[in-house]
Every structure is written in structure tokens, then in C-alpha cells.
């Protein structure tokens, strides 16, 4: 399990990839402020196929492409910020095959 919290100067997720045994990534900015991490891309996630929960929140993702968690088929747990490009893939995350936890299931109301 790897917990990043308010890392404000690292943008590049990219060297995560090399922890093959990590099931567990929460990335996320500072929610009391709100201070929004800001990162590149999700293309990091291509290679953590291993990951079984993934949090994103208080954070901006520079591509605004979230479908590479679409290939995190191993995913039990997700939570996203609401934001336009999740509302777009919404109804894709929920099919992904092991997906039964987190703020898709709990709020959907965000998603809408």
C-alpha cells in the first residue's frame, strides 16, 4: 500500500510502476484547503495492472484522460473526483470486472 498526500512538486507518477508487489495507491492533494496535486497523466497506470484499490482525489490531471484505469481489471476499490471526463466514462468503470467498492457504488449522485 502507497499513500501520496499533497505531493505538490511531483507531476510524473511514471517511477510508481516499478513497485510490481503495490495493490494499493492513494493519490491526493490536500482536501481541507481544497490544494489540488496536479499530475500529467494516468498513462502510469498501463503498467500497475497488479493494483486492487486506486483513490484520486483533490487532484487535476493535466491529459483529462482517466481511461487508463479501464484497464485496471484487477481494481476491487475506486475513488474519483467528480469531473466531466469521469461523468464520461462512468457506466465503463462499472463494468469492470472486479469493481464493488468505492464512490461509484457509495455516490453515484456525483457521477450524474
Known sequence: MLSVENF???MDYRPLTALENLE??????????????????LDFLHD?????AFHLATARVASKDY??????ENLEY???SSRKEVKAIYNR????????YGSLFEHPEFYH
Do not use: A, V
Not at 481511461?67 to 485496471?72: C, G, M, R, S
Not at 468503470?93 to 464493488?100: F, G, N
Open 8 to 10: 505538490q512538486k511531483i
Open 24 to 41: 494499493l495507491l492513494s493519490i491526493e492533494g490536500d482536501g481541507l484547503s481544497p490544494n489540488y496535486i496536479h499530475i500529467d497523466s
Open 48 to 52: 500497475m495492472k497488479q493494483l486492487r
Open 67 to 72: 481511461t487508463p484505469i479501464l484497464e485496471l
Open 78 to 80: 475506486l475513488w474519483l
Open 93 to 100: 468503470l462499472l463494468e469492470l470486472p472486479k469493481l464493488k
